[in-house]
């Protein structure tokens, strides 16, 4: 039983989540510092649970704000519609022919479905470590050192890629020139993210992304996108294996803390995709640098 605080603690623990979840600047590293400052008094497996589940909240603002992106089927429902209020996907499925869809049939625009396999094929390598080695990559790379180690080389990483590329152009600007390959290889980065904390998950696909000559704005998209299904399915697994009890108090903290995240999470999609249509992520790796020297002196002293 802990404290009816903890559900003003979650607040807390939402806007955290809901800003470092998108910022390639990892949320873990965060966490794990807000964890030794602010620590909910609940027990330990609720909170191992709690901080993934959270992150549904901010998963939801990606669905919010990218429905029309992300829902793969269309229904035409007016009887007089052309061609022209279709997208490229579904005219080029049914040619010249839009009569079905004037009768208000539901269709499947292939290019929406196509990013779905595509997104799916990069959440594999993911998936299958995550499912083997969860408990275990937990108990050995969960800690402030390895998460400071990761802040810092991730940092640098972000200035070179950037420097290196400065002033490039890029090759893929549309979601459906990135190719199975990359979308494989962006997934083996996601990996990495996955087995040591304080890579962050956005990080580590922008720049994959960034270095297979995606622009900007299609790298922080696809790692949108790809959040969708790879935090579903993490906290599914959580809740499925969570083997403490339930309580009206802890689903107040949970639900608290998912609200604020997504609240949050809505605005941050929007300032992040704004700055970087400006910007590159140049600030981001200095942030973490610095992040990760914070977590180091912290606890080599405390």
């Not at 704005?217 to 579903?232: G, N, Q």
């Amino acid at each position: 039983m802990g404290s009816w605080w903890d559900v003003f603690r979650s607040i807390i623990y939402g806007l955290v989540e809901g800003i470092t979840e998108w910022l390639p600047i990892s949320s873990t590293g965060h966490l794990i510092l807000l964890e030794e400052w602010l620590p909910l008094d609940q027990s330990a497996e609720f909170f191992s649970m709690y901080l993934v589940v959270i992150q549904l909240g901010a998963i939801m603002a990606v669905v919010v704000t990218y429905w029309h992106s992300l829902w793969p089927f269309v229904r035409q429902t007016t009887a007089t519609g052309s061609e022209g209020d279709l997208t490229q996907g579904a005219r080029d499925s049914f040619g010249q022919d839009s009569t079905a869809l004037r009768r208000g049939r539901i269709i499947l625009d292939p290019d929406i479905f196509t990013m779905w396999l595509k997104i799916l094929v990069a959440c594999v390598p993911a998936a299958i470590i995550g499912l083997i080695f969860d408990d275990e990559i937990d108990r050995l790379f969960y800690n402030p050192w390895v998460v400071a180690g990761a802040l810092i080389v991730v940092g640098v990483i972000f200035i070179f890629v950037e420097k290196v590329l400065a002033g490039a152009e890029s090759k893929i600007v549309r979601m459906k020139d990135l190719s199975w390959g990359a979308a494989f290889v962006i997934g083996l980065f996601q990996l990495v993210a996955a087995i040591f904390p304080g890579v962050s998950r956005s990080g580590a696909t922008i720049i994959s992304g960034l270095i297979l000559g995606l622009s900007r704005v299609l790298a922080a998209e696809f790692t949108f996108y790809l959040a969708v299904p790879v935090m579903f399915g993490a906290s599914l697994l959580k809740l499925v294996t969570y083997e403490g009890s339930w309580n009206l108090q802890g689903t107040m903290v949970l639900l608290t803390g998912m609200a604020v995240a997504f609240l949050v999470s809505l605005k941050v999609i929007e300032f992040l995709m704004s700055f970087i249509r400006k910007h590159d992520f140049t600030a981001f790796g200095y942030y973490r640098i610095a992040l990760g020297m914070v977590v180091l002196l912290y606890f080599a002293f405390v």
